[in-house]
Nanobody, 123 residues
Framework: VQLQASGGGLVQAGGSLRLSCADS????????VGWFRQGPEKERGFVSG????????DYAESVKGRFTISRDRAKNTVYLQMTSLKPEDTAVYYC?????????????????WGQGTLVTVSS
């Protein structure tokens, strides 16, 4: 598994971005995938996760109703659609492939991590 996150950028508050997490080796189709983020002077925290076939999704309370996770197994890509962005969403966003078919909010359950993509939300 080799993950690459993309889609970050600078956006005004209230705006939207879509992050993508692609597996260049096309091997994570049977793994749960999670998105985590690390803001300035903050610890890395769970944002959202999706199981192997997309039937189960989970979100942090802070993003529920604003972010939507999805995956296209044919393209070996997981997406994070982010809407109604707030300045506090500013962070480096990382995608990660879980060791198993389901995703969790626990970072140590993930074996493979992408390099991160920076999202900056201006007020």
């Amino acid at each position: 598994v080799q993950l690459q996150a993309s889609g970050g950028g600078l956006v005004q508050a209230g705006g939207s971005l879509r992050l993508s997490c692609a597996d260049s080796r096309r091997t994570f189709s049977n793994n749960g995938v999670g998105w985590f983020r690390q803001g300035p002077e903050k610890e890395r925290g769970f944002v959202s996760g999706i199981n192997w076939n997309g039937s189960n999704k989970d979100y942090a309370e802070s993003v529920k109703g604003r972010f939507t996770i999805s995956r296209d197994r044919a393209k070996n890509t997981v997406y994070l659609q982010m809407t109604s962005l707030k300045p506090e969403d500013t962070a480096v966003y990382y995608c990660a492939a879980a060791r198993r078919a389901w995703a969790t909010s626990i970072a140590r359950e993930y074996a493979y991590w992408g390099q991160g993509t920076l999202v900056t939300v201006s007020s």
